[in-house]
């Protein structure tokens, strides 16, 4: 669902930022088990004003709305690939 103001990403957008994610997650600061810790949206917002810093991509609503969107759309392909929900998909 998405919101009326909500903005629209690009693909050079959705590529860095989940490259900053991956980059978060390798360095290990903000990572934790299960999730990434307090205030790495801040970070993330940090580190993409770096490589897109005409895309004014803000933690809230931004990055957290994007990230949730994320979420979303891949629980549902990780849902068909590991057997939850798979009927012999594959």
Request: one cysteine or more.
């Amino acid at each position: 669902m998405e919101l009326a103001n909500q903005m629209k990403w690009v693909l050079k957008e959705d590529a860095a930022l989940v490259a900053c994610m991956v980059d978060l997650h390798n360095v290990g600061t903000f990572n934790t088990n299960t999730r990434f810790k307090v205030d790495y949206l801040n970070k993330l917002e940090m580190m993409l004003e770096k490589v897109l810093p005409r895309a004014m991509l803000k933690a809230k609503p931004n990055l957290e709305l994007k990230i949730r969107t994320l979420k979303r759309d891949w629980a549902i392909v990780y849902d068909m690939l590991s057997g939850k929900y798979n009927n012999d998909f594959g």
